[in-house]
């Protein structure tokens, strides 16, 4: 038996892919997109939908005496307190860089991990840290606050007391 | 002879025929058993049944490749070892690792050996792409098997990195929240920018890691996860095509004249087939010449077995004595338990990512991200850029290859101490415009100033030489030398705060 159409080919040759088969192709693409959407598909269990939310609220109760740009920092916790002549303030110790727990000193905050700097207000003085640490909701009066780690304030933002 | 008579003496030749039909083919001491040998056996066969006398040489590979594995291995057989003991929930982790420590009978020297094996591991990886750049094993036909190379460092740097976590001690808990926030660190743009709100790559990537919106049990078991499972399969599916394609591509790397050079063999040595083969394959039709032996007889090579498979065997107990001999002289290290109020001063990482950890220090995306990217994409282009063919397989591309490497390395070393210098003792853009935008720190700052310098200096070589190999040379040599700089730096010369000490005695006491 010889090919009867088209030239003739040498054993050799390669064979011809029919590039217009059109149905073979859609198949094959079909198939090629229906696996990389189930790739993607299966990235959406390990996205948790339900997350852990312990309350972000918590109570505090101020030393009798907080001497102004003294810090006072509740144990066990990322906030640190200030009080001066206007008022009482909350500021997140969490760093605004890397999440690391920056610690009060008497210029303002260090960072243990990539040396940001802050002054007491949360502006960033040094160091790698895209924002200020945020000021904190807090209530109360006297000696006694609820401070929310779930909502800010804007800076400047002083509770009388 | 009777039945009986028969069934005895089958009895007693059980062991020896036991032997010999393991060997499948008889023992290997001719040409012909000794290819059997090899193609006759799934583990050994990923080899030819001969090996260049080039390939041999121990200036050739230096045994870093097979160092790799064998490191791997062994982190592999304790890692599973450890798995009889480890708990990888918050609560229980840190006391299982103590448990391993001071209760579980040799715990403490298995993992001590695992810990060290991962070191191990990550220094021969390093060389090893090293030597293959030097070399210019990346060349055609190897083009792909570098990208193969590549994707193996960074799956070898995330076992390092997920293994250091699973104590869940200080450092581990910090280690996680700073790798987290890495992964949230573009938000560093889209926040500048502000469109978070509409598009957050960065918070999918830290939810995806953590499982969660804080560090907690759902990171750990994650990480754990990809620790003892993902990554050591995807590891185990790269090495295979790594291997299997370096035989593919033709063997090791070989310079036009290995033939000469390899020398005249050794009179125990049979350079060819002093057997006739008794079997041929008819596969000529679909070999397209890139396989080492087609168009050639066997000259200059000598049989795998033994010549390679003994060489591969020093390689791999010369590692396990280093490894066990490590573990015995170090232990690794358990700080205290995490605590999520107070991180360590200094939290240092792992000593391979303190590099990474100087350049997060001027900006968290382009630290972590960004410079990363762009080193791993430049490292992933050479191949397809450089496509020279005179010196492969010549240490530095022969001739005046060696100087300019030097020279590359003194432009290397010195830009990257000057622009620290001058940060350490200038500070940068925030101290001396606190109002100025973060885009602009983000986008200038000292590891994209010192990444700029190396790439201008590779432009400029390749300009200078007329040759995309010198560019790549310089360019490979440049961030070899800034990865020792910044690696250097943050293992001793940064202290509490990350602040620049000359020595640790100077650190402030409290």
């Known amino acids: 038996m010889t090919l009867q159409s088209g030239p003739q080919r040498s054993r050799l040759d390669p064979e011809p892919v029919p590039r217009r088969d059109l149905l073979g192709l859609g198949a094959l693409w079909a198939s090629a997109s229906a696996m990389l959407l189930a790739v993607v598909g299966m990235l959406r269990l390990p996205k948790a939908a339900v997350l852990a939310s312990p309350s972000k609220k918590f109570r505090v109760t101020l030393p009798e005496t907080l001497a102004v740009g003294e810090a006072f920092v509740p144990p066990g916790r990322a906030v640190a307190f200030y009080r001066d002549t206007e008022g009482v303030y909350a500021v997140s110790t969490i760093c605004t860089h890397l999440g690391c727990v920056v610690k009060p000193n008497a210029e303002g905050f260090e960072c243990p991990c990539h040396g940001s700097r802050f002054t007491h207000d949360g502006t960033v003085a040094k160091g790698p840290a895209p924002r200020p640490l945020p000021w904190l909701k807090i209530t109360g009066k006297e000696n006694q606050f609820v401070v929310d780690e779930g909502s800010t304030v804007p800076q400047g933002t002083k509770v009388n007391a | ?156 740097l995330g076992l390092s990195f997920t293994g250091y976590l699973l104590p869940w001690d200080q450092l581990a808990y910090w280690a996680i929240t700073i790798g987290a926030n890495i992964a949230q660190s573009p938000r560093e743009v889209t926040d500048a920018l502000n469109i978070t709100e509409y598009f957050d790559p960065g918070g999918f990537q830290r939810l995806l890691l953590l499982g969660s919106d804080m560090v907690g049990p759902e990171a750990l078991i994650r990480f754990y996860l990809l620790h003892v499972m993902i990554l050591p399969l995807v590891l185990g599916g790269l090495m295979a095509v790594h291997f299997w394609r370096i035989r593919k591509d033709g063997g090791l790397v070989k310079p036009a004249d290995a033939d ?204 200078k030489y007329a040759s995309a190999r010198a560019g790549a040379m310089g360019l490979f040599t440049c961030f070899l030398c800034g990865f020792l700089v910044l690696t250097v730096i943050g293992t001793y010369f940064r202290g509490p705060n990350w602040v620049f000490y000359w020595s640790p005695s100077e650190w402030p006491k409290h």
């Open chain 2, 1 to 156: 002879m009777t039945a009986m008579e028969q069934f005895v003496a089958n009895l007693r030749a059980a062991p020896s025929r036991i032997v010999e039909t393991a060997f499948r083919s008889g023992k290997p001491e001719t040409d012909r058993t000794r290819s059997t040998f090899v193609f006759g056996n799934v583990f050994l066969h990923l080899h030819s049944v001969r090996t260049h006398r080039w390939s041999l040489r121990w200036t050739t590979t230096m045994g870093l490749g097979i160092a790799s594995l064998a490191a791997f291995l062994i982190t592999l057989v304790t890692g599973v070892l450890l798995m009889f003991y480890y708990k990888p929930f918050t609560e229980v982790a840190y006391d299982s690792i103590k448990d391993i420590h001071f209760v579980v009978p040799t715990g403490r020297f298995i993992r001590n050996i695992h810990r060290w094996a991962a070191n191990v591991m990550v220094v021969c990886v390093i060389l090893h792409m090293a030597r293959a750049f030097y070399t210019g094993a990346y060349r055609k036909p190897r083009e792909f098997n570098w990208l193969i190379g590549m994707g193996l460092l960074v799956v070898t």
């Open chain 2, 260 to 463: 000469q050079r390899a020398g005249t063999t050794e009179e125990t040595v049979y350079p060819v087939f002093t057997d006739a083969p008794n079997r041929t394959y008819h596969l000529a039709a679909i070999v397209k010449g890139r396989t080492s032996q087609v168009g050639r007889g066997p000259e200059n090579t000598v049989p795998s077995m033994p010549h390679l498979f003994y060489a591969e065997l020093g390689v791999l107990m010369l590692t396990t004595l280093v490894c066990v001999l490590l573990g015995l002289i170090s232990d690794a290290p358990l700080k205290e338990l995490a605590n999520p109020a107070v991180p360590e001063n200094p939290a240092k990482a792992p000593w391979y990512f303190l590099g990474l950890q100087e350049l997060v220090a001027f900006s968290a995306f382009m630290g972590g991200i960004g410079i990363p990217s762009i080193v791993l994409i430049g490292l992933g282009l050479i191949p397809y850029l450089d496509r020279e063919k005179a010196g492969t397989g010549e240490w530095f591309g022969g001739p005046g290859g060696w100087s300019l490497v030097k020279q590359a390395m003194i432009v290397g070393f010195l830009s990257s101490l000057a622009i620290e210098a001058f940060v350490i003792h200038y500070g940068w853009l925030r101290e001396w415009f606190p109002n100025i935008p973060q885009l602009f720190i983000t986008a200038l700052n000292p590891g994209t100033m010192i990444t700029a310098v190396y790439g201008a200096y590779s432009v400029w070589l390749v300009r």
